[in-house]
């Protein structure tokens, strides 16, 4: 079954610092991954996504992602941090059959320190 | 920019009622879903409705929840008899045909049931 694994559930950084957040994935055929984040009472905002080509792949506010598929893994960067980037960040694969599924990791929570 | 908006934005329902949750979808989108997020876990599919039916639902989507498309724009999720563990985020999204399509999220309605 498919499945989104991020490891680290609560990550703090100091502001300017650089940040890597870790997805892996479960999925037999070539998937298609995403990265949403959600503020503090807010939606889920598509940060970027990974379809097919350049494995890596630049998103809004400054993220990039890097496709590996020797390691099922779809990390998150940035170069350095702001304070306004403290959020939930959800690691999600879409599913094959049209529907638009998606499968969703347990989010991690990134703290900004000053 | 088009955006998936979703009333109420918080619902307190008493166990045993019946609450609706709204939803207007991007409206040259066709495929709508329904995702629930429970506090402090991870968003978890529900169901997804194409075509005035519905093309996939989760082992969560039991008989207490319905949805239904009643005109061109709304896009509802009914549960029939809240329990107390139907507390939760739920997020209504909607994207174009296709497994790598984005879904776009509404902000969400939280649920809570007393």
């Known amino acids: 079954a498919q499945s989104v694994t991020q490891p680290d559930i609560h990550i703090t950084v100091s502001e300017g610092a650089s940040l890597e957040l870790r997805c892996n994935y479960s999925y037999g055929a070539t998937p298609y991954l995403f990265w949403y984040v959600q503020s503090p009472g807010q939606g889920l905002q598509l940060l970027l996504k990974?379809?097919?080509?350049?494995?890596l792949v630049q998103g809004i506010k400054g993220f990039e992602a890097e496709f590996k598929r020797s390691q099922s893994s779809f990390n998150l960067r940035k170069p350095s941090v702001h304070w306004s980037d403290a959020a939930e960040y959800f690691c999600?694969?879409?599913?094959?059959?049209?529907?638009?599924?998606?499968?969703f990791g347990q989010g991690t929570t990134l703290q900004v320190k000053p | 920019e088009p955006e998936v908006t979703q009333t109420p934005s918080h619902q307190v329902t008493q166990m045993g009622q019946e609450v609706i949750l709204r939803c207007v979808p991007i409206?040259?989108?066709?495929?709508f879903y329904w995702y629930r997020q429970i506090l402090g876990q991870k968003v978890e599919f529900l169901v997804s409705?194409?075509?005035?039916?519905?093309?996939?639902k989760s082992e969560i989507f039991d008989d207490q929840f319905s949805v239904e498309r009643p005109d061109g724009s709304n896009f509802t999720l009914k549960i029939r008899s809240t329990k107390l563990e139907d507390s939760a985020m739920y997020f209504c999204?909607?994207?174009?045909?296709?497994?790598?399509?984005?879904?776009?999220f509404g902000q969400g309605t939280r649920l809570t049931v007393v």
């Open positions: 999204a909607s994207t174009l045909p296709g497994a790598g399509s984005e879904a776009f």
């Open positions: 409206s040259n989108h066709l495929y």
């Open positions: 409705f194409y075509n005035n039916e519905i093309s996939e």
């Open positions: 999600a694969v879409g599913v094959e059959g049209n529907t638009g599924k998606l499968i």
């Open positions: 990974y379809f097919s080509g350049d494995t």
